[in-house]
């Protein structure tokens, strides 16, 4: 008598491709990958079966497969999962200036036609803050050759911003032993209160220059977020002090803040919303 065949397993079964050949079983990868990512700081697979509407078993499989590519990793002395350091490698990799440059330019255009403003998008490279795009007042693109678009961290409100994440020792390294550029008499040159006022930036998410830079020019600045909640740049409205007072930069500062959500957006970060009291 021939061998009886035995039954298929149950999670094969539930993640086999169905009427719509092998896309099933990416659908159901890639929603667990997006929610695992909404946990920060992780999810079990229980709760992960819940919110993607699978079996447990049928999750665990695709969360192992996942797990030994390297897209998922198990936190330490739990039963949770988060996102692993392979799929920070790829998009890591995906986030080359050029990208950078693609996301932010209608941004800055939209932001100047708003505002009226020169509008700045900037990056961390190294030991430089780099400009990588701007808007004229007119609107017009205005490409910041490289080595052309570097600016002092300390003195302008980009630079504050991008060195916001970075803890004090970290900060003084940046900013290295040489004393820094006075570029007015505003410009903050003593290292602790410099630190004082990247604190402040820290707390609140905004960075101004009031003349710091060009005693003729303010500016203000805000975080843009990648995937992870990492400040991956900073963008930024400019004018001069006779035209921008201090209070209509504060005004305009709502719109920058629009500015940076859309581009944080764009670069996968989720934001957090608040959470209302019952």
Known sequence: MPAKKKPIPQEIVDAAPKERGGIQSLERAFAILEEVARNREGINVADLSKAVGLHNSTTFHLVKTMAQLGYISQVRDSKRYR?????FTLAAGALEENSFLA????VLEKLTGETGESAHFAIRSGNSIVVIARTAGSGLLQMVDRN?????????????VLLSPLNDAQIRQFLGSESLRKFTPKTIVERDALLR????????????DDGEFDEEIRCVAVPVF??????AGAVGISGAVWRLSLQSL??????????ARS????LGYKEKKPVRAA
Do not use: M, N, W
Not at 83 to 87: A, Y
Not at 226 to 231: K, M
Not at 250 to 259: D, I, L, S, T
Not at 263 to 266: E, K, P, T
């Open 197 to 208: 006022a990247i604190a402040e930036v820290r707390r609140t998410g905004i960075a101004y």
């Open 250 to 259: 504060q005004a305009k500062a709502e719109q920058v803040r629009e500015a």
């Open 83 to 87: 996102i692993g350091t392979r799929l």
């Open 226 to 231: 990648d995937f992870a909640g990492r400040v």
């Open 148 to 160: 052309g678009g570097q600016r002092p961290a300390h003195a302008t409100a980009l630079g504050k």
């Open 103 to 106: 996301v932010a330019t209608p």
């Open 263 to 266: 581009i944080s957006a764009q």
